[in-house]
């Protein structure tokens, strides 16, 4: 399986791919406020190139619960800079996190191949034009309700089952936009409009989005439920249990995750990528020998 962004394709299955975390802006939930000049920004952006990073995905705007909205031109202003800077260092691959297709729009124009939209095209009537006329990669991420009310009492039935569905139909209806299925990746929104239970069932159940035929990238790196599962208050202190959920995730078939401590991660993904390939050899000999 491949991801085609703009030119690039991406080969996907093996290794799995780290997508490290760069927030220009003031109050993210984690490292809100420490990259917000460009230089600091851009010498993150090169560290955790540095450290193994496959891509750096950039967000001028919070989706933390609650989190304010910012408008089009300061969105623009904290990420385009940055993104000009690093999308000039070699081989570097970057990611614009937006819901806003005018900061897709110039963020592609300054270098990004990928389009990470929280809202799955659903937050702006003009995205996926963007996305079709660009040629970029496409994260569509399944949330309920918007960051302001999204952890108001969420609840689902059936949440692995609810989710797989809605992002079924967010695939399809990208086709119908136009948006070749080769450029999507899908993402079940770890913390958007979900509980610590909903989480914990959606990744134990990655596997069944996997099973829709697309990469699945998962966002869980220091999010809340870690702080809740661990005990640990500050974000920038759960570093163990996103390590030990990113393995999870692996194990149940994320092929790309979504990270704040790149170094770490690349090293646990990769020994969890070989134990996930010996699970599966394993059960393919039991399956041989019962047959
Ligand atoms: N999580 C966050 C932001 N963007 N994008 C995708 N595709 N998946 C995610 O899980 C995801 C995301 C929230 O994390 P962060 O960027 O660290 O914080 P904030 O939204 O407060 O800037």
């Known amino acids: 399986m491949y991801w085609q962004c703009r030119q690039d394709r991406l080969s996907i299955g093996e290794q799995p791919m780290i997508m490290g975390i760069l927030n220009a802006t003031p109050d993210s939930f984690s490292d809100g406020g420490c990259y917000l000049s460009v230089d600091t920004a851009v010498a993150r952006g090169r560290e955790m190139l540095a450290q193994g990073a496959d891509i750096i995905d950039i967000g001028g705007e919070s989706t933390r619960p609650g989190a304010a909205p910012v408008d089009a031109p300061t969105e623009m202003r904290r ?119 909903h989480n914990i069932a959606l990744i134990a159940g990655l596997d069944r989005l996997a099973r829709l035929g697309r990469p699945v990238l998962a966002g869980l790196s220091r999010k809340r439920f870690i702080g809740l599962l661990s005990g640990v208050e500050e974000a920038a202190d759960r570093m163990a249990g996103s390590l030990a959920a990113l393995t999870a995730a692996i194990l149940h078939g994320a092929s790309i995750l979504r990270v704040h401590d790149v170094a770490a991660s690349v090293q646990a993904a990769r020994v969890a990528a070989a134990l996930r390939d010996a699970t599966n050899l394993h059960a393919d000999i039991q399956r041989g020998m019962a047959a």
């Open 79 to 197: 990420v385009l800079p940055v993104i000009e800077a690093l999308a000039a260092v070699p081989g570097a691959r970057i990611s614009i996190d937006t819901a806003k297709a005018a900061v897709a729009h110039e963020a592609v124009r300054a270098g990004a191949c990928i389009i990470n939209d929280v809202t799955a095209l659903e937050g702006d009537p003009a995205m996926a034009a963007v996305v079709r006329e660009t040629g970029a990669g496409v994260v569509l991420m399944h949330m309920r309700g918007t960051p302001r009310t999204m952890q108001d009492n969420p609840q689902y039935a059936d949440v692995v089952g609810e989710v797989a569905d809605w992002l079924a139909a967010r695939l399809v209806a990208a086709g119908m936009a136009g948006i070749a299925a080769e450029a999507v990746v899908l993402d079940p929104g770890i913390g958007f409009g979900k509980t610590a239970a």
